[in-house]
C-alpha cells in the first residue's frame, strides 16, 4: 500500500509539473510574441519618422504616377 501511495503521489505530481510547464511556456510565448510585435511597430515608426516621405494619396505611389493619373481626364479619382 505504502508503493502504491508512493507512484499515486508522483503521478500528481508529474501531471502537476507538467501543467506548470505547459503554462510557462505559453506565457512565455506570449510575451515574446508581443515583445516582437512591439519592436516591429517600433523599428516601422523610427524609419517613418527618419524617412522624410512626402504625404501622396495612397493610389499616388510615385511622384510621375501621380502626374500622370492627374493629366488623365478620364481617371476622376485623381480630381
Known amino acids: 500500500m505504502i508503493i502504491a501511495d508512493a507512484l499515486d503521489a508522483l503521478w500528481s505530481l508529474g501531471a502537476a509539473l507538467l501543467i506548470w510547464l505547459a503554462l510557462i511556456a505559453t506565457a512565455f510565448v506570449?510575451?515574446?510574441?508581443?515583445?516582437?510585435?512591439?519592436?516591429?511597430?517600433?523599428?516601422?515608426?523610427?524609419?517613418?519618422?527618419?524617412?522624410?516621405?512626402?504625404?501622396?494619396?495612397?493610389?499616388a505611389r510615385t511622384r510621375a504616377a501621380a502626374r500622370r493619373y492627374a493629366r488623365n481626364p478620364d481617371y476622376d479619382e485623381a480630381a
Open 30 to 59: 506570449l510575451a515574446l510574441e508581443a515583445l516582437a510585435v512591439g519592436l516591429y511597430l517600433a523599428a516601422r515608426a523610427a524609419w517613418r519618422a527618419l524617412t522624410a516621405r512626402t504625404r501622396r494619396p495612397s493610389w
